[in-house]
């Protein structure tokens, strides 16, 4: 006789269950049991508790030269408007108002959107108006990059702190100071590149901005107006009789079942003709 003992399963001993390091292949940095935060949360939390540039990896001695300063934002400025500036005042006063100009422009055509087709601009379309609006917030384009700089390295702040008082994200504030860090670095070992395009003089800088001005609205196109030929005769007084028109062709005022005015080919003999010249006529 054999006796069958049924037992219930022991119950888990409290913290042998738990593997600390099962989520280590996902992020290696905490668990939500010590944290009591998910780690899907965790995922898109933002854990950067030092400061933004000073001490861990860059070295930004060079942001506490001011003619270095200026030089590397000259550059930044170049790079981002595909424009070379130079380091002077008069230079960077043109460049944020080159970069305010495209933003404008920008704007403009988000608007026309919306007005035309009742839309909102997509993701993409916000993320594209973003800078400008960031460099509006901070009063220019060379403002918000000295307002990042200033902060982080003569004031010490984290790229938190520079984020709210730049109404940026911090992303944004450290990726500007490694960009800029790295042009520091370029333009120390005389590698730099910058556009090939310049703007020399004020006629240049007005000519430059003006590609990017609103152009003044165009002429309302011509409606065309339906002349009635009641007769049928050509009105090239040739004494044919016109044919009916078979199609409508509102943008060339022809109605479907009125005579045509002119025999096909009869036009030219009373209108001169319009638009491009032949290639013929120009040679003649
Ligand atoms: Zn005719």
Redesign the pocket.
């Known amino acids: 006789m054999t006796v069958i003992q049924v037992l219930p399963p022991a119950p888990p001993r409290r913290g042998v269950s738990f593997d600390r390091w099962q989520f280590a292949g996902r992020t290696a940095r905490a668990s939500s049991a010590r944290s009591g935060i998910s780690h899907a949360d965790f995922a898109s939390m933002h854990v950067h508790r030092h400061s933004a540039g000073a001490p861990h990896r860059n070295d930004y001695s060079w942001a506490h030269n001011d003619a270095t300063v200026r030089e590397v934002l000259a550059a930044m400025l170049s790079k981002s408007l595909y424009v070379r500036i130079q380091p002077t005042l008069e230079d960077i006063r043109f460049a944020d108002k080159l970069f305010e100009t495209k933003g404008q422009r920008l704007f403009e055509r988000f608007h026309k959107y919306w007005l035309r087709h009742r839309v909102v601009p997509s993701w993409y379309g916000v993320e594209s108006m973003r800078p400008y609006d960031q460099a509006k917030l901070a009063g220019g384009l060379s403002k918000f990059f000295l307002g990042i700089l200033y902060r982080t390295t003569r004031l010490k702040l984290e790229s938190v702190t520079v984020a709210e008082a730049m109404q940026c994200t911090p992303q944004v504030v450290r990726r500007v100071l490694d960009k800029m860090h790295h042009v520091a670095k370029d333009l120390a070992a005389g590698t730099c590149r910058f556009p090939k395009r310049t703007v020399a003089d004020e006629t240049a800088k007005q000519e430059h901005l003006a590609k990017y001005l609103p152009k003044p609205p165009k002429k309302p196109m011509k409606q065309p107006v339906f002349v009635p030929n009641p007769t049928g005769l ?5 004494g ?1 009789m016109t044919e009916r028109i078979k199609q409508n062709e509102k943008w060339k005022g022809r109605i479907k079942g009125e005579f045509s005015m ?2 096909p080919g ?1 036009v030219s ?1 009373v209108k001169k003709p319009t638009g491009r010249p032949k290639k013929a006529a120009v040679a003649a």
């Open positions: 050509c009105m090239c007084n040739c044919q002119f025999c009869h003999r």
